[in-house]
């Protein structure tokens, strides 16, 4: 087994925490049919991921560190985004 980086484990991490963050934000503004955002956060999550899936593709040790990254950027993003039930979507517009 390589060495591990861990320079290389933390961007791994900080790389899939953002890009499930921005999944997440890709998904609402989906579901609030905002064209423009979606669009935006779609190329964001592409160049996101490119970088985790070369890091550790070179390593797989490295994937354990994109598990945890992409478990804590899904949790952050939904405990931030988080409505009372019933309630519309982040992005809708108002009633």
């Known amino acids: 087994m390589a060495a591990v980086d861990p320079l290389t484990a933390g961007a791994v991490l900080l790389a899939t925490a953002a890009t499930d963050a921005v999944y997440v934000m890709f998904t609402s503004a989906v579901v609030a049919r905002k064209r423009v ?7 964001v999550w592409y160049v996101l991921s490119s970088y985790a899936v070369i890091s550790y593709t070179e390593n797989w040790v490295y994937v354990v560190f ?5 478990w804590v950027g899904a949790y952050a993003t939904i405990t931030f985004l988080h409505r009372p039930p019933g309630g519309p979507p982040v992005g809708a517009a108002p009633e």
């Not at 994109?66 to 992409?70: D, K, N, P």
């Open 37 to 43: 955002p979606a669009a935006t956060w779609s190329s």
């Open 66 to 70: 994109a598990a945890v990254g992409s």
